[in-house]
């Protein structure tokens, strides 16, 4: 599988921004799809994670009630709908493909990434 990230961008405080990543290969549908983003200076963390159907989703606590994630299995396309944003979500986000029946939040656990796309908010 491989994995293009896009959506990236500059937005201010309070703003909105939608990233989508594109999967390459028939069995895309089969794989947990995540988003992780890392800040300079820190470690890679997760975000938001899917299941292969969209009926499962998993969000860290920062950013629940502000970011939705969502998956397009006919279109091999994952998307990450990021609202009321702030300075501090200011990374390069990455996703990610695990094949697991679970919704992993560890990044060891993803087999597969994508070349990761700019977030930067401004106060």
């Known amino acids: 599988v491989q994995l293009q990230a896009s959506g990236g961008g500059l937005v201010q405080d309070g703003g909105s921004l939608r990233l989508s990543c594109a999967a390459s290969g028939r069995t895309f549908s089969s794989y947990v799809m995540g988003w992780f983003r890392q800040a300079p200076g820190k470690e890679r963390e997760f975000v938001a994670a899917?299941?292969?159907?969209?009926?499962?989703?998993y969000y860290t606590d920062s950013v629940k009630g502000r970011f939705t994630i969502s998956r397009d299995n006919a279109k091999n396309t994952v998307y990450l709908q990021m609202n009321i944003l702030k300075p501090e979500d200011t990374a390069v986000y990455y996703c990610a493909a695990a094949s697991s029946r679970t919704i992993p939040s560890v990044a060891a656990r993803y087999d597969y990434w994508g070349q990761g796309t700019q977030v930067t908010v401004s106060s």
């Open positions: 899917i299941n292969w159907n969209g009926y499962s989703t």
